[in-house]
């Protein structure tokens, strides 16, 4: 593999899309203003004891009021696209019926704010804030989510669809179904296996409901949606490892992405899929098929699989502290750059003909604000070798045309609250101050040949 010192912007070819990457409810705080009625991210962090530091995003990083200036560095530190979700509850406060225009209007002055500044804007439509009204009725659990899906695609594409070319219908559905139905350690906190394999079928079907509502309102639209991989790790290859490393696999990635290739679901692998048949109806296999124009690929890190002996499970996913082989992010995860690589190798083998994007990729560390300056030499080192395995797949002839850093700033982490820092800029969220970052300079310099620090 090429070092990263030898590559530059244009090993990557004209064509690359160089992006940044956020989430409606992490930035854009304003959780109450101007019609927009609660997601279930809002009813969940206002309850106790959900939130590492017992925050909410009430006001993030205020970005609903200062995209404008947030989108100017975007700019200026060189890329070329901007990747954001809609708040469905900001465009229909009932979850269907009545639209919120001045919901609608927000997106449409930031799809605006984007265009002149020559940034690409690529338009999320399901980053899991979900109408907290809908969730009443069952949410993603409930199959009439699928129509009312629709209904929300439809509004946003009406509006947007004249301007914006690049869709993503989901945000990682492992994450938000695992997290929200499963383990109850994400919105709206609910708990089971039954519904988490229910709301994996109703998203799997509205993966495709969103793709068709998208190419039925824009023309030339590139649709894609978007995954976080997880490859599979063990200590040993006995039978043992590799059947539980199957197993949870297939819970985390295959699950996922297997449907909407025409695969089906993987439920041969474990009598813990297997009832994810009782969701299904006649014809539901043809209609979760899609025929994406790419999959957006999002890699963090891999998972330690440990046997367990327990029958139709076989095997859990291990926290790994292996600190002599692995650096570690400030998450407690192993960073290995050749899992990107994995990832993209996966999803290139799935049937169809779409093309890949990195939709996200980025790294947590203990960043500390000094003398106006974060010096974030690991997060650098942590994209150069990302790049580079971005770089190798792409001379190994996989078709990668994209990569979106995670994230333009620091924001809102879920269940870690503010403790966890992403962004290529840091923030004040006292003040909303924002200092760009030694990555964010680094990126600058790689994208433009101007402004790095020494
Ligand atoms: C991803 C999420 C994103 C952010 C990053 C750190 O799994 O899609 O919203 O939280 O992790």
New binding site residues.
Partial sequence: MAPMSELTRDTFGADFTWGV???SY?VEGAWAADGKSRSIWDTFTHRKGKIRDGSNADVACDYYHRYRADTDLVAELGFNAQRFSVSWPRILPDGVGRVNQAGLDFYSRLVDANLERGIEPWVTLY??DLPQVLEDRGGWVNRDIVGWFGEYVARVVEVLGDRVTNWMVF??PC?FIHGGYLSGYHAPGRRGLLKALAATHHVNLCQSVGAETIRAGVANANVGT?Q?ITPMRTEADTPAHRRAAAVIDAFTNRIFLEPNAGLGYPVDVSPFIRPVERYMKNGDEQAMEVDWDFIGV?Y?CRLLVKPVPIPGLWGVPWPSRDHRQFDVSG?GQEIQADGLYESLQRVNDLPGNHRLVVT?N?V?VPDRLVDGRVRDIRRVAFYQDHLAEVARARADGMPVDGYFC??LMD?F??AEGYT?R?GLTYVDFDTQERTVKDSGRWFQQFLTGKGARS
């Fill in positions: 990457a956020h989430a992490q980053h899991w945000n990682e994450s978007t976080i999002q963090y998450m996200e980025g947590t995670w994230s924001n982490e879920w966890a992403f």
